[in-house]
């Protein structure tokens, strides 16, 4: 009953997401047909700048999305004396671990910026790593085809509170800079392009998780 029940969710997620992608870009477009002077037809390194940050919108999400909570949820503690007691190990080490820092990061750009609407994509691309990370922890111990090479609870539990804050500070961040990188007047627009994206994000990233799945329980070679 339980993966019945999963699966329908997954479903009725997806479909949400899929049509407030659809009607989001209903918007951009209708916008932009309005506004003849967009940033997209007149201020072309303006639209440049803006399409940077709604990049960084989507991978951000893309890559959160990927490892949480799917592959995050599934990988299992190693050491039985950990400070965490096994019954609370994944509700704490997952769940309440990556809301909390994830909520703590998007509270941190109100005070510091870090790095530039320039450079802000380099850390975010970087996040990509965290990907084969979580893959090589104890992430499905009984099904998977490669070896875990990180078998230390206090690496996998470091690396999931990275995780967390890295997801909420930078996608506040994208968020921030992609309706600043252009004049008040098209902000809007910009906006609603980076809301686009991050819903392009969740899509790609909550689909992209069978793979990572499949990969690590496929035996290739």
Same mark, same amino acid.
């Given at each position: 009953?339980?993966?019945?029940?999963?699966?329908?969710?997954?479903?009725?997620?997806?479909?949400?997401?899929?049509?407030?992608?659809?009607?989001?870009?209903?918007?951009?477009?209708?916008?932009?047909?309005?506004?003849?002077?967009?940033?997209?037809?007149?201020?072309?390194?303006?639209?440049?700048?803006?399409?940077?940050?709604?990049?960084?919108?989507?991978?951000?999400?893309?890559?959160?999305?990927?490892?949480?909570?799917?592959?995050?949820?599934?990988?299992?503690?190693?050491?039985?004396?950990?400070?965490?007691?096994? $019954?609370?190990?994944?509700?704490?080490?997952?769940? @309440?671990?990556? /809301?909390?820092? +994830?909520?703590? &990061?998007?509270? #941190?750009?109100?005070?510091?910026?870090?790095?530039?609407?320039?450079?802000?994509?380099?850390?975010?691309?970087?996040?990509?790593?965290?990907?084969?990370?979580?893959?090589?922890?104890?992430? $499905?111990?009984?099904?998977?085809?490669?070896?875990? @090479?990180?078998? /230390?609870?206090? +690496?996998?539990? &470091?690396?999931? #509170?990275?995780?967390?804050?890295?997801?909420?500070?930078?996608?506040?961040?994208?968020?921030?800079?992609?309706?600043?990188?252009?004049?008040?007047?098209?902000?809007?627009?910009?906006?609603?392009?980076?809301?686009?994206?991050?819903?392009?994000?969740?899509?790609?990233?909550?689909?992209?998780?069978?793979?990572?799945?499949?990969?690590?329980?496929?035996?290739?070679?």
């Amino acid at each position: 009953m339980l993966p019945t029940c999963s699966q329908k969710l997954f479903v009725s997620s997806s479909t949400y997401c899929i049509y407030t992608f659809q009607t989001l870009l209903v918007a951009v477009v209708d916008s932009l047909k309005l506004d003849s002077s967009s940033i997209l037809y007149k201020k072309k390194l303006e639209g440049r700048r803006t399409w940077t940050q709604c990049f960084n919108v989507f991978f951000v999400f893309f890559v959160t999305l990927t490892v949480f909570p799917a592959i995050h949820a599934d990988i299992q503690m190693v050491d039985k004396d950990f400070i965490i007691p096994e $019954k609370y190990f994944t509700p704490v080490t997952c769940y @309440l671990c990556f /809301n909390f820092f +994830a909520m703590m &990061g998007s509270l #941190v750009p109100n005070w510091i910026k870090w790095p530039g609407p320039r450079f802000l994509w380099i850390p975010v691309v970087l996040r990509i790593l965290m990907i084969p990370y979580f893959m090589l922890c104890n992430y $499905k111990p009984d099904k998977r085809q490669i070896p875990i @090479l990180i078998d /230390n609870d206090w +690496a996998y539990f &470091g690396m999931a #509170v990275a995780f967390g804050f890295t997801s909420g500070y930078y996608s506040s961040l994208a968020m921030m800079y992609a309706p600043g990188c252009v004049e008040t007047e098209h902000a809007p627009i910009a906006g609603m392009m980076a809301a686009l994206f991050l819903v392009l994000g969740i899509v790609c990233g909550v689909n992209f998780t069978f793979f990572v799945s499949w990969l690590v329980e496929t035996k290739l070679f």
